[in-house]
């Protein structure tokens, strides 16, 4: 992910666009979720990214453990932070 933001910064690419998140909406049954998100999509989908039950970042979330006994609560935050980041891509 550091060669990845590395890159985008050169803003040389033209086939990547990394777009900063601006907002999520998670998936609790029957509250309007799956409108929401093929609303965005519809409306604008060079704005928007859409992932429907995305599992990259619930692994990323359960990779130090439920109680951090794999590695450190910082650690496990950088995760995910880098596979949000690559998903923004």
């Not at 086939?15 to 409108?35: D, E, H, I, Q, Y």
């Not at 990259?56 to 979330?61: E, V």
Request: contains cysteine; charged residues 25%; glycine residues 6%.
């Amino acid at each position: 992910a550091d060669r990845a933001r590395a890159y985008d910064e050169q803003g040389k690419s033209t086939t990547a666009k990394f777009m900063k998140p601006k907002g999520f909406v998670f998936n609790v049954s029957r509250c309007g979720s799956t409108l929401v998100a093929n609303s965005l999509i519809a409306m604008s989908p060079e704005r928007n990214r859409v992932y429907s039950e995305s599992q990259p970042p619930t692994a990323a979330l359960g990779s130090c453990g439920e109680e951090f006994e794999h590695c450190s609560i910082d650690k496990a935050a950088a995760l995910l932070r880098d596979v949000v980041y690559m998903m923004g891509r």
